[in-house]
């Protein structure tokens, strides 16, 4: 087990995650906290437009982690899988535009294309951009997500799955996202993380709380759940390789309904007890 | 893919997918829809008593196919879990005194102990009971739960844990129960079925609706979502070896709320269509 981190010089927070914000204010209170790193999301983006949302960003000193979020290549047909391929050079412009060096993929699925097929059909998405993503300097960090959104989120749901895919894409340009909500439960997660050595391009903390209320909003704060935090931290450390940002990514409507200045001071408590 | 299943010989009915009828309800709804299996829930027992519901079984002349549901072995205290291995022996006399050769277990898991001693937990309380299983002539299904009940339902969440767990407990009176909606994102299934030869002892079907509006309760009926049941069932008969029963089970709040004769008809289309 690490030891706890005793700063936040490794902190980002998601916009998604103080939703209520927009990105000025949320920019203002992260810089307040002292909160050195913001991953943004595109609807934060697109509220103001990408130039706009790039000349605040670079004024205010934060370290754009990433943009969030591509992905999504399974289709039914080849035209609109073509038309997501277009979608993600569109994101990963957007990326560029806000100095984010990172686009987090969130693969897509399909109810009516099987897994293996979805599977297939991300990894030709992916591969079809890498070009673009490296004219642009960005890269395409491949998220897990959990089993329980395989038919309509990601065909990408376990670390072995991710690991593969890397593997064959064989770029630099891509790598693994490991979010601890989606993949706290498997149990060759120390395994892949050690196998992910050096391809690990983001590492994001919440946690699953007991009973979980809901598929997509009703993530917890650190240390609200059962997912031992810390010691995933260690493993991406020690045997992922990994010392980037450290991403608080929480999707709650109860959290969404606080006062997102106090939240963010709760974020920061929970960041060095739990993180 | 196996032909379309053209009778009803080897359907079962959940207690629980009729929710609202009584056990002499159901008995006699199941009866007239001449769906010959039944797997009875002991909440439905617990309403007459097992001395009474094993009467009403054995004078309908269904096959009682299991008894859902024993498990729950990881606690925190030893005295907790040996409370566990006791509510289970109650739990496998239950089922001899209804009929029921078999016990399905739902294994349990806790927020507060992780993934891996939570197996340790299951495999030993297991263990401990099987004389029991043995003595009363019932035997113990497994169940593999998908991942998103991982803290709190069953840390065995993958069916290469559950193949794991059986060679670890090496007995004739434990076996695995497939349900669909847990296991179908997982993409060594097929494998794991046919690693799971001989071993099967139940196999659950209903449907993964997209979107998946509740974590418990909204199960859709085979065709209404995502899975391909009938490939399954091809992998469960040809690689696993699996002739028994095929149990219709939903958790559905929706389902709940409709007229229960019309909707047993409804399952029936939907067994031959897509079973």
Redesign the interface.
Known sequence: MPAALTDFSRMCVHTMTTKPLKLDEAIAAYTKEGIPGITVWRQHVEAVGAEEAGKMLRDSGLKVVSLCRGGFFPATSGTAREEARTENRRVIDEAAEIGAPLVVLVCGAH??I???TARQQITDGIHSIIPHAKAAGVKLGIEVL???Y???RSAV??MD?ANNMILALGSEWTGLVVDVYHVW???FLRAEIQRARDTILGFHVCD?R??????LNDRGVMGD??I?IREIRGWMEELGGFKGFIEVEIFSEECWGLDQTRYLKRLKNAYLKHV
């Open positions: 109810p009516e099987d897994q293996q959990h089993p329980m395989a038919a309509d749901c376990t799955q439960w498997d149990h699953w007991v009973p979980t209320r809901d598929l759940g059962c031992k």
